[in-house]
Nanobody
Framework: QVQLIESGGGLVQAGGSLRLSCTAA?????????VGWFRQVPGKEREFVAG????????YYSDSVKGRFTISRDNAAETVYLQMNNLTPEDTAVYYC???????????????????WGQGTQVTVSS
């Protein structure tokens, strides 16, 4: 499994923005991986936020973030980003990056145990 390293979490006021980054460990490539962002709050299941296929440029979003979050990838930098705008306190969670070799975003959601996962980064939105 590819090792994923996340960064960019923090504390922001409601209405603000953050950009999360997810980078493959040195020597590994994300260009042949479907990638996604999930989030989890204590006491709740991990939920899908956004995903991008490994070919074709397709992107997918949960209804709760559509229009506010954007997932993008820089294959040359082996990095996936999640740009989060107009944040609300309901977006507070630990955000996880995930990847699936030549997979599909739908499969990543249905079969999360087979994804590679990052360590998670905390995002806190104050009201």
């Amino acid at each position: 499994q590819v090792q994923l390293i996340e960064s960019g979490g923090g504390l922001v006021q409601a209405g603000g923005s953050l950009r999360l980054s997810c980078t493959a460990a040195p020597g590994r490539t994300l260009s042949t991986y479907a990638v996604g962002w999930f989030r989890q709050v204590p006491g709740k299941e991990r939920e899908f936020v956004a995903g991008a296929g490994w070919k074709g440029g397709s992107t997918y979003y949960s209804d709760s973030v559509k229009g506010r979050f954007t997932i993008s990838r820089d294959n040359a930098a082996e990095t996936v980003y999640l740009q989060m705008n107009n944040l609300t306190p309901e977006d507070t969670a630990v955000y996880y990056c995930a990847a699936r070799f030549r997979g599909a975003v739908g499969t990543m959601v249905r079969e999360p145990d087979s994804n590679a996962w990052g360590q998670g980064t905390q995002v806190t939105v104050s009201s």
